[in-house]
């Protein structure tokens, strides 16, 4: 079975099937498409299904014109039709990976794509997991399930794990040029999935086992996590000190070697940097461990909307205005810049706290034209607002929460009575500085 399916990778001859067409997999199904793959995606959401069908993505950095060009060389099909999962001879996971209410990882959309996948699973089919999660999850939690198919690994099917590595708003670094990191089950599933990637991937990294593959992914997020907790925690001591946060890491970051500059924010959002260090720290405790430096990072990386609002009490106070009944525009919803993906990000928790301050809150964002319904948080159905002159002018106080290059700093500077900036965005804003404070 392994020769006949490596046969179809080598040839471009084999579908790929992607279950979960969002952030990941839409740009994973890119990579293999301009390889010469054909793709079939799966997902259990109609109105996605519908959009890629009709050539309509949903998502900034793939295309409307890009699908549109897969859908029309019938190199691509949507469904949520999970039957189907028979047909393709490669299947890739690429579904969330979310924590619990008590920070432990949920894992139902892994287990649930498992089980739709062993009802049809035929032999010479090639597994392939790329969600984020803890190690040993593709071999004691998906594996398992996979045999209930009555077919043997190795033999009659092939596991892999590869960690999804994505960069949104990054246009040098797209799916296809960032290196991926393969384990498998077994020598015959790495080298399948090894080879698979090298097609569609600028560089290949094969490691011995899923359980390694899977950690790389945990340490990757782990690392910046805690360090942006050691700058978010230097920024609260330096701002009590009257110190610029900003220009010390920029006068250490011209240091050649031994430094890495990150950055404070008002919190940490994306699927990855807030949770993983978690999927860890849960791990460790199953086996009688803590993670006190990990954990200590959470903690200091999840304070940080909240001293953003206590700043800009102050901030207010100083100008001689509560928060209270005050008009306040946060701009920038998305988690990071020049992107459309708001998940977890630190603008919601943001928006939550000023609403509890009694705020008269609205917000701007050029890539979410609207507030997303939320498991975690339960905000009003509010719009994107025009930053026209005569909306700046009526607000009390503007909250940078995400700098977005297509803001127009000087403009927003020039018409606003306040504006509290947690991303350093109005660095080079030269008049109006009186205005500008930083949280």
Request: one cysteine or more; glycine letters at 6%; a negative charge.
């Amino acid at each position: 079975m392994s020769a006949e399916l490596l046969q179809k990778i080598e040839s471009t001859e084999a579908v790929i099937g992607v279950v979960g067409l969002g952030y990941v997999g839409l740009p994973l199904i890119d990579a293999f498409f301009n390889a010469g793959f054909k793709a079939l995606g799966f997902d259990v959401d109609d109105k996605k299904v519908q959009a890629l069908n009709s050539g309509q993505s949903y998502i900034k950095h793939v295309s409307s014109e890009q699908i549109q060009k897969w859908r029309a060389d019938s190199e691509f099909e949507a469904t949520s039709d999970l039957t189907r999962l028979s047909e393709p001879d490669v299947i890739i996971i690429c579904v969330p990976t979310p924590l619990n209410d008590s920070r432990d990882p949920d894992l139902s959309y892994v287990s649930g794509t498992g089980e739709s996948i062993a009802a049809v699973l035929r032999p010479g089919q090639l597994v392939v997991l790329e969600s984020t999660t803890y190690p040993t999850t593709t071999r004691s939690v998906l594996l398992p399930i996979l045999e209930r198919s009555g077919l043997t690994p190795g033999k009659d099917f092939f596991l892999a794990y590869s960690p999804e590595r994505e960069d949104p708003g990054n246009p040098i670094y797209s799916a296809a040029k960032i290196p991926k990191v393969v384990g498998g089950i077994d020598e015959p599933s790495l080298e399948l999935a090894s080879k698979l990637y090298s097609h569609a991937v600028v560089n290949v990294v094969p490691v011995t086992t899923t359980e390694i593959a899977e950690a790389s992914k945990i340490l990757e997020n782990t690392y910046r996590a805690v360090n942006i907790a050691l700058v978010n925690e230097l920024k609260i001591l330096l701002d009590r000190l009257d110190i610029d946060i900003w220009e010390v890491i920029a006068a250490a970051k011209t240091k050649p070697f031994g430094f890495q500059a990150f950055y404070p924010g008002p919190g940490l959002g994306g699927h990855c940097i807030p949770i993983d260090p978690f999927y860890l720290t849960w791990l460790a405790r199953r086996h009688g461990l803590t993670t006190r430096f990990i954990e200590l990072a959470g903690e200091v990386n999840s304070r940080m909307p909240e001293y953003v609002i206590s700043q800009l009490s102050k901030f207010m106070n100083e100008v001689g205005k509560p928060i209270r009944g005050s008009k306040i525009c946060l701009l920038g919803l998305a988690y990071k810049k020049d992107v459309d993906d708001p998940r977890e990000s630190p603008s919601f928790v943001l928006m939550e706290l000023l609403l509890e301050w009694g705020a008269d809150l609205s917000y701007n964002d050029p890539h979410v034209p609207k507030i997303p319904k939320m498991r975690h948080h339960d905000l009003p159905e509010l719009i994107s607002q025009e930053l026209t002159a005569e909306y700046l002018a009526e607000q009390d106080c503007v909250l940078i929460a995400t700098d977005h290059s297509a803001y127009d700093y000087d403009f927003i500077v020039e018409h606003t009575q306040l504006v509290v900036d947690t991303r350093n965005s109005t660095q080079h804003v030269a008049s109006g500085r009186k205005k500008i404070r930083k949280a």
